[in-house]
Nanobody
Framework: VQLQASGGGLVQAGGSLRLSCATS????????MAWFRRAPGKEREFVAT????????QYADSVKGRFTISRDNAKNTLYLQMNSLKLEDTAVYYCAAANGAVVYSDWQREVRYDSWGQGTLVTVSS
């Protein structure tokens, strides 16, 4: 499975961006998909994850109410709508996909994801 993230850029605080992640290859094997991010000088952290059918979603507390994860399986694409962006949202955002079942309690763990995109930079300015 190959993932290609896009949609990052420079935006003012309070603004919005929509990230996309196009998947290719053995997409039929993908179950959970997720977004993670790495801020400057920090470790990569979980942002949001979504089940195969899109019905079960988890968010990090820091983005809850501002970000929305979704997926279009017909288009093999994952999305992250980011609203009310804050300076602390500045990071490289990575999409990830799991091949096969993932225990619910592990959905936010990086090690449970098998394929990763290259990352797209989001910079929020004041």
């Amino acid at each position: 499975v190959q993932l290609q993230a896009s949609g990052g850029g420079l935006v003012q605080a309070g603004g919005s961006l929509r990230l996309s992640c196009a998947t290719s290859g053995r997409t039929f094997s993908i179950t959970n998909m997720a977004w993670f991010r790495r801020a400057p000088g920090k470790e990569r952290e979980f942002v949001a994850t979504i089940s195969r059918n899109g019905r079960i979603i988890q968010y990090a507390d820091s983005v809850k109410g501002r970000f929305t994860i979704s997926r279009d399986n017909a288009k093999n694409t994952l999305y992250l709508q980011m609203n009310s962006l804050k300076l602390e949202d500045t990071a490289v955002y990575y999409c990830a996909a799991a091949n096969g079942a993932v225990v619910y309690s592990d959905w936010q763990r990086e090690v449970r994801y098998d394929s990763w995109g290259q990352g797209t930079l989001v910079t929020v300015s004041s």
